[in-house]
């Protein structure tokens, strides 16, 4: 593992990026009553970091995503990016702010605009960037793979394959120089042969630019691989938290464990052997 | 988990419950023609659990569908190949000869359920109406829909619930009792479990296991999740554009697959890291990413 899990002996090195403290969301719903998606959840991504939050569809992980990014406000508690307290701060401070913190989504052919062009689509996130051109346009995507960026650049989202529309809202992402990517899902529209490149991509990037992330998913096996920390969430809380091999080797709660052996696993085939 | 020494050996001798050979299905656009399934030859005998895998594209969901002439009318057709069921040379069947196979012997459920169930209908009644075409020896229906939810593991008071009212785990089960119904003797089960969640998804899996030893049902199963496949299936075809390219017992293909897509796409179902910490991934020329 690359990634210094941030345990108690190294918490005095790792810089925490997003804190996330006792948040706590309620939704409406129709007809009366309340619903607690998010339950006093709290949980710190370190600059740099990949940490995995999973759970089922109903767990509240993807609310809590969109309460980090801002882009839904908790009924308590509080989101810190990088030393700024996000909840209440003005409009514009948390526009400048936001910038730093990029979205990647699952369905990239929601997100990008079907009428712009990859080029017009990446300008759109550049347009805050003095003397920012076609030079940085070519290198974004030739950084997520898209080479040569010549034959991409001009083109609209519907000529382009999933996992390459998936490669240019990432593009978009990173043209804001972010610290950290909140990334809800990002492969599951993906077939396993492009999950590979993608998930490259994601650890290339955070080699180069030193980007955390915070990978919302409810797959087992990448989360382990991928992430070095990661967060199980159920019914709006967190039940446990820790080191990806050893909470997902060695499970503690009752749910993380029918979590685990939920999962159809390749028993017994090593990758050795299926080489 | 159970895998046998020699899958299917008793059933060797039974002739196939279901068998393509050399099929082929073109598809008809405007200006082109795509050849979505070629040469594919597929068999499943009584009570086997056989799988047909493959990613996006591959063209194991058009094999499903020709299988049970669900193909799209005049975009689709079979350019070349036999599909037998039971015996039964079913390739040029009418849209009502093919009604008199579907459901039984060969029903099939998909990946998902509410498209396929009546949104202003109560579950009961849709239930019903399956036996009621498909199983007319059955004289007391409402009994045999009692049967059917207790089968599939439904609490008796679903007859009354509109399918939105379901889980989709629940949804899903309404769908294999509509299937279950027509009393099949093969189930073709099109990603089944692939949006639900991993409990869930067990809990189905087990559920199917279960009903295909008590009915004695065969199950071919379509999908693009090998772990499930590992765990479900005696038997497994590998789909790649269009074509079969590997096919044999799940463990001994698995285990040593003879085609580089094979043991590309096994390693990277693992999720499988090398000594540089890298992803494994599928590329060059069995990379399914297109440019």
Request: hydrophobic letters at 40%; proline letters at 6%.
């Amino acid at each position: 593992m690359e990634n210094i899990p941030s345990t108690s002996a190294s918490a005095g090195a790792a810089q925490p990026i997003l804190v996330i403290d006792s948040v706590s969301k309620n939704f409406r719903i129709a007809g009366g009553g309340t619903f607690a998606a998010v339950k006093s959840v709290s949980l710190t991504v370190n600059a740099g970091e990949i940490v995995a939050l999973v759970g089922e569809s109903g767990s509240g992980k993807s609310t809590l995503g969109r309460i980090a990014l801002g882009l839904m406000q908790p009924d308590e508690g509080s989101v810190t990016f990088d030393g700024t307290r996000l909840t209440g701060l003005p409009a514009e401070a948390f526009r400048t702010l936001r910038t730093r913190m990029q979205p990647i989504f699952q369905d990239p052919t929601a997100s990008l605009n079907p009428r712009k062009t990859v080029r017009e689509l990446l300008m759109q996130a550049l347009w805050k960037q003095p003397g920012a051109g076609a030079a940085r346009c070519t290198q974004l995507l030739e950084d997520v793979g898209l080479r040569p960026a010549a034959r991409f650049i001009d083109r609209y989202p519907h000529e382009l394959s999933g996992g390459q529309r998936q490669r240019v809202s990432i593009a978009r992402s990173l043209a804001m120089e972010p610290r950290l990517i909140i990334a809800d899902e990002p492969l599951s529209g993906a077939d396993v042969s492009i999950r590979g490149q993608v998930l490259n991509l994601m650890l290339d990037i955070q080699k180069k630019h030193d980007v955390a992330y915070l990978m919302i998913t409810h797959d087992i096996s990448i989360a382990r691989a991928f992430a070095s920390r990661v967060a199980v969430m159920m019914k709006g809380e967190l039940v446990e938290v820790g080191p990806a091999e050893e909470v997902l080797s060695n499970p503690q709660h009752a749910y993380t464990k029918r979590l685990v052996a939920a999962v159809p696993l390749l028993g017994g085939l090593t990758p050795a052997s299926a080489a | 988990m159970t895998h046998t020494d020699n899958p299917g050996r008793e059933s060797q001798a039974a002739p196939p419950l279901l068998q393509t050979e050399g099929l082929r299905v073109d598809y008809r656009t405007r200006n082109s023609t795509v050849t979505a399934v070629q040469d594919v030859s597929i068999i499943v005998r009584p009570g086997e659990s056989v799988a047909l895998v493959g990613e996006s594209g591959s063209g194991k969901s058009t094999v499903a569908r020709a299988m049970l002439g669900l193909l799209p009318d005049r975009i689709a057709r079979i350019t070349s190949g036999r599909i037998h069921l039971n015996g039964r040379d079913v390739t040029d069947f009418t849209p009502t000869q093919w009604e008199s196979v579907r459901g039984h012997p060969v029903a099939m459920v998909f990946q998902d359920p509410l498209s396929y169930l009546n949104p202003v209908m109560r579950v009961g009644r849709q239930i019903a109406e399956s036996v009621k075409r498909h199983d007319k020896a059955t004289r007391d229906v409402p009994a045999r829909v009692a049967e059917l939810l207790e089968l599939v593991r439904l609490p008796a008071s679903t007859i009354r619930s509109y399918p939105h009212e379901l889980s989709g785990g629940m949804r899903q089960r309404v769908l294999l009792a509509i299937a279950l119904g027509c009393r099949p003797r093969l189930l073709i089960a099109d990603e089944p479990t692939t949006a639900l969640d991993v409990t869930t998804q067990a809990e189905i899996l087990a559920l199917l296991r279960d009903l295909r030893q008590r009915l004695g049902m065969a199950m071919l199963l379509i999908s693009h999740d090998l772990g499930v496949v590992w765990e479900e299936c005696e038997r497994v075809y590998v789909m790649f554009r269009s074509r079969i390219v590997e096919s044999g017992a799940t463990q001994e293909v698995f285990a040593r697959p003879t085609h580089p897509y094979t043991s590309g796409l096994i390693l990277a179902a693992q999720a499988a890291r090398d000594s540089n910490g890298r992803f494994v991934t599928i590329e060059g020329e069995y990379s399914t990413a297109q440019d």
